[in-house]
Nanobody, 125 residues
Framework: QVQLVESGGGSVQPGGSLRLSCAAS????????MGWFRQAPGKEREGVAV???????NYADSMEGRFRISRDNAKNTIYLQMYSLKPEDTALYYC???????????????????WGQGTQVTVSS
């Protein structure tokens, strides 16, 4: 079992930046693919970006360039640095993970069997 705890959400004005963190604990000895997903009110959960234990990343097309995913394997933690935030980025952001050396892509939400509780990001003036 793997437990995920997100932090770093909050309210920001359009054009602002935020950095989310997700710490994994539990069975982290095996390679762990981790990523970020988000769900806006009334919409389906969508993938944002994923990263494998070797640092290979995969971004949703609309996020690449404004969002940057990274990880610190020593801390079992991933980060999502978000720049130039827009009101449409408002959502509950979830950290997710699955075990394995090869990451399922950001479109393969069903492959991620560990989920955090989510952290709210609100972009509003």
């Amino acid at each position: 079992q793997v437990q995920l705890v997100e932090s770093g959400g909050g309210s920001v004005q359009p054009g602002g930046s935020l950095r989310l963190s997700c710490a994994a604990s539990g069975d982290t000895a095996s390679p762990l693919c981790m990523g970020w997903f988000r769900q806006a009110p009334g919409k389906e959960r969508e993938g944002v970006a994923v990263i494998d234990s070797g640092g290979y990343t995969n971004y949703a097309d609309s996020m690449e360039g404004r969002f940057r995913i990274s990880r610190d394997n020593a801390k079992n933690t991933i980060y999502l640095q978000m720049y130039s935030l827009k009101p449409e980025d408002t959502a509950l952001y979830y950290c997710a993970a699955h075990q394995g050396a090869v990451c399922a892509g950001y479109r393969s939400r069903g492959s991620y069997n560990y989920w955090g509780q989510g952290t709210q990001v609100t972009v509003s003036s």
